[in-house]
């Protein structure tokens, strides 16, 4: 077996680029999975103005002080460059005249320039209409104060004081109260997709290794390896074990990459190992049982890809499995090792759960381990490499 392992590590030279494109993909979606999720998404809206006015810079002011949208100044033709080239979301143009407008109480026509729709574009319609009623509210309060009072400079004193008071004390305070059932509050969408994305992309390296061995019976290397003093299951074994040591390489590159690129805290790092080569040794015997049933490279090209990703989909790698409600999705999650896996590594990383907690999971990991290595083993002998 040594001899086999040997072997496929040096023969590895020709094949690592593909590992590190792998490794490389669950780290770069993890990045933009997890951080477009974790509530830090500000879509930017360029703000043009064809006139130069006090009231379109408190225009701007204002707008900026949404928690949902970006403002900035932008001249026109950069605006519409940006927004066609969907580096922004949209710009709004507000048009000469728009001081006296509001001057006048006559609602201004702001202009929208948009490439594409977006749900996100119906707050921001609502955000300038309340912004735009502010405006002609705050107006109408300085210019009945300069009539009424003290003259002109009293105008300035009034808007500073609707500021004051339009933040501190909205005209309508809604009290809003979220409860959950307890299992999100301290759900990291981060390390979901952290641990879920190594778990889908680990696959592949390991059932691809697999493929070797049909590659060695198409170019009759099996048929040597069978008449020398290496058995038929050593063989195998050293395959199996070299697909193990390279999964586990490439998902402890990724959990240090985690800790050091996300700042994810593995909290029992020897534990979540633990499960994790439990895992790979399933997908290992995953990959013999796929490899045993067919006959050509081009035939495991072509169905791997639908196994992994349907696996991977069902045992919850690309969601949390908490927000499906359909039995039978959440049945057929129990027959994937990807479930077992995942719902180890978050319960130990995000819940600080026991080790003892993950002892039905490995449990469950490592029948089915058995159960992939046997039938794969049967249908290998059987009918790929008889």
Not at 4 to 21: C, Q, S
């Amino acid at each position: 077996m040594r001899s086999i392992l040997w072997l496929k590590l040096r023969l590895l030279k020709r094949d690592y680029m593909i590992l590190v494109i792998l490794t490389a993909m669950a780290l770069l979606l993890t990045g933009i999975f997890g951080g477009s999720m974790m509530g830090n998404y500000q879509p930017s809206i360029l703000v043009v103005s064809q006139e130069s006015s006090p009231e379109a810079d408190r225009f701007l002011e204002l707008m900026q002080t949404s928690e949902t949208f970006r403002f900035e100044w932008a001249d026109q033709a950069d605006a519409i460059m940006r927004v066609e080239s969907d580096e922004v979301m949209a710009a709004l143009i507000l048009p000469l005249g728009f001081g006296v407008d509001l001057k006048s109480s006559i609602a201004p026509s702001i202009s929208l320039f948009q490439s594409k729709d977006a749900l996100e574009l119906m707050e921001l319609k609502n955000w300038v209409r309340t912004m735009v009623f502010r405006m002609q509210s705050d107006q109408r309060m300085v210019d009945f104060s300069v009539e009424n009072f003290q003259g002109d400079e009293l105008g300035a004193k009034v808007l500073a004081e609707a500021d004051t008071h339009w933040a501190n004390k909205v005209p309508v305070v809604v009290h809003t109260t979220t409860k959950t059932t307890g299992f999100f509050d301290f759900y990291d969408i981060k390390i979901h997709y952290m641990v879920g994305f190594l778990l889908f992309f680990t696959t592949f390296s390991i059932v691809f290794t697999m493929a070797d061995l049909l590659q060695e019976k198409k170019q009759f290397t099996w048929n040597r390896q069978m008449i020398s003093p290496i058995s038929k299951k050593k063989i195998l074994a050293g395959n199996i074990f070299y697909s193990w040591c390279l999964g586990f390489m490439q998902a402890l590159v990724l959990i240090g990459a985690g800790g050091f690129l996300f700042d994810i805290d593995w909290k029992a790092p020897l534990a979540v190992l633990l499960v994790l080569s439990m895992y790979i040794l399933a997908i290992a015997g995953l990959g013999m049982l796929i490899t045993g049933f067919v006959r050509t490279l081009e035939q495991l090209s072509a169905i791997t890809p639908v196994i992994l990703v349907s696996f991977a989909m069902l045992g919850g790698c690309m969601w949390p499995l908490e927000s499906v409600s359909n039995p039978i999705l959440l049945f057929a999650a129990n027959l994937t090792p990807h479930k077992w896996a995942l719902q180890a590594i978050e319960r130990l990383v995000m819940f600080d759960a026991s080790i003892e907690t993950i002892g039905f999971p490995i449990l469950v990991l490592a029948v089915m381990s058995l159960v992939f290595f046997v039938l794969g083993l049967w249908r290998f002998q059987k009918h790929a490499v008889s």
